[in-house]
Nanobody, 117 residues
């Protein structure tokens, strides 16, 4: 059973920064594509960013140039550094992991990010 434990959400003013963390309780972290999706109220869940063990990254168009995803192999943790936050970044952010061997998808419980003045 894969567990993803998120932390780092909160309230921030427009233009501010936050860093999200997600610790993955898995046996072999290298087998997982990990990242973040988000869901704003009344909207569908959308891609924020994902990263592979080889260092490949994929970002949603709305966050390119502002958000940076990274992963720590030893800590089995994925991070999302969010800069220049906008009101429209307000959403529940979900940690995501996909086992590349079995194509199984896993989700964290979600952490709220609110950008408001």
């Amino acid at each position: 059973q894969v567990q993803l434990v998120e932390s780092g959400g909160g309230v921030v003013q427009p233009g501010g920064s936050l860093r999200l963390s997600c610790a993955a309780e898995v046996t072999i972290f290298a087998f997982y594509v990990v990242g973040w999706y988000r869901q704003a109220a009344g909207k569908e869940r959308e891609l924020v960013a994902t990263t592979t063990d080889g260092g490949g990254t994929n970002y949603g168009d709305s966050v390119k140039g502002r958000f940076t995803i990274s992963r720590d192999h030893q800590k089995k943790t994925v991070y999302l550094q969010m800069n220049s936050l906008k009101v429209e970044d307000t959403a529940v952010y979900y940690c995501y992991a996909m086992d590349i061997r079995e194509r199984e998808h896993h989700w964290g419980q979600g952490t709220q990010v609110t950008v408001s003045s």
